[in-house]
């Protein structure tokens, strides 16, 4: 069985601060992705990566997939209290033939104070 | 409106009572699931549909009947509502050879008293 442990489970930082969210795994991936949910709402993809060591930035964010496709990072440079909300990282499995389903990690609720 | 909707937002109903809770997307989309969203579980998949007339049983199914007669729509229908089935409820679609990207609905949140 595939799993997908995330760290920190909470996290409360001030404005400004830097972080960085893991998500880990002892299976490899074909791909992971990167979600965030703000309250509410349904989670809203934010990124996928594929290459093992691959790195993708989406403005103040960075996400690293791990080079034997194992794990994978999400690291928000100068927080801000709209990036509050809960991350959650998922695997698309190596063996999950024609179901297109997900492993989802157990998530990271943040909490960016202004 | 284009993208992925259920209805509806809010439900209460009684132990008992059979509930149903609607899901719609616009793209076409060959796959949908169903998860249900609970403090200390995560997201967990109740049951998923890989197109119209197919479906497969999730992590936690037992309750839980679903439908696909037509590719835009996914109804879960809860049988017997009880109280362990509070939960939030979300609806995916995800299109294939996408790396299974998925899109959510906003969301079901079903008290049952």
């Known amino acids: 069985t595939q799993l997908l442990e995330q760290s920190p489970q909470f996290l409360s930082i001030q404005e400004g601060e830097n972080l960085t969210v893991y998500c880990n795994s002892s299976s490899v991936f074909s791909s992971l992705q990167w979600y965030r949910q703000e309250p509410g709402e349904g989670p809203v993809l934010l990124v996928t990566?594929?290459?093992?060591?691959e790195v993708k930035k989406l403005k103040r964010l960075t996400f690293q997939f791990g080079d034997a496709r194992k794990d994978s990072s999400l690291h928000i440079t100068a927080a801000q209290p709209g990036d509050t909300g809960l991350y959650l990282c998922a695997g698309e499995p190596t063996r999950g033939g024609a179901t297109n389903k997900l492993i989802f990690g157990t998530g990271t609720l943040l909490a960016v104070q202004p | 409106d284009a993208g992925i909707t259920q209805s509806p937002r809010y439900k209460i109903t009684e132990t008992g009572r059979q509930v149903t809770l609607m899901c719609h997307q616009t793209?076409?989309?060959?796959?949908m699931f169903w998860y249900r969203q609970d403090l200390g579980h995560g997201l967990r998949l109740i049951y998923y549909s890989a197109a119209a007339d197919i479906t497969d049983k999730g992590e936690v199914p037992d309750g839980y009947v679903v439908s696909r007669s037509k590719t835009e729509n996914f109804p879960l229908t809860l049988e017997s509502a009880t109280r362990s089935q509070t939960s939030v409820y979300f609806c995916?679609?995800?299109?294939?050879?996408?790396?299974?990207?998925?899109?959510f609905g906003p969301g079901t949140r079903l008290t049952v008293l």
């Open positions: 995916a679609s995800s299109d294939w050879g996408s790396r299974n990207e998925q899109f």
């Open positions: 990566v594929v290459t093992g060591g």
């Open positions: 793209w076409s989309h060959s796959y």
